[in-house]
């Protein structure tokens, strides 16, 4: 059963068990999906009420971009321990001959390659709805500020545990400009998200 279709109840208790997936890199998509949901309620709060309808228009089409993410990041959540499972099955293959060390070794080099590839992609979701979340702060229904807010920390935390992610599996990355990319890309992702986070997340505790 793909963790998506599990109920709350099933999926922490496989979380919390000695499997090793679900781990860290499905929590930040879920993280980030529940962000996402977060925003596009506000964006729904702020779009139902007439006194709000100057921000309507933005409003809506926030919930719009949103609603892709959102969908993206839920599909996430099951990519990512689909990959780990990827590399723990590549460490199960035979290496008796030259022919097996030769497969098995680039069955764990092509996992690893996924393993870092998906909570990459999990970063970038992450942080294009953590910049939507953060542009509606002025422009949504203000009785919603700490729902918008809980949502911006879950959209941060998701760029955050996706770079740890990206981070372990870096130094099995073969290509060395693969590696980089993903390196100098994450790390501007990371530092810019954390800065967007912080002074939305300061505004908003501000504010209330």
Known sequence: MKLVD???????????SDAPAPGGGSVSALAGAQGCALFMMVCDLTTSKKKYEEHHAFCADVKAKGEALFTELSAQIDKDTDAYNLIANAFKMPKETDEEKAARSKAIADGTLTATEVPFRTMQLGYEGLKLAASIRDKSNPNCASDLGVGILHLRDCVYGAWLNVKINLPGVKNPEQARYFEEEGQKMFSDAGRIAQKAFNDIAGSL
Not at 6 to 16: A, E, F, K, P, Q
């Open 6 to 16: 599990m109920t709350v109840t099933d999926y922490l208790d496989i979380l919390r």
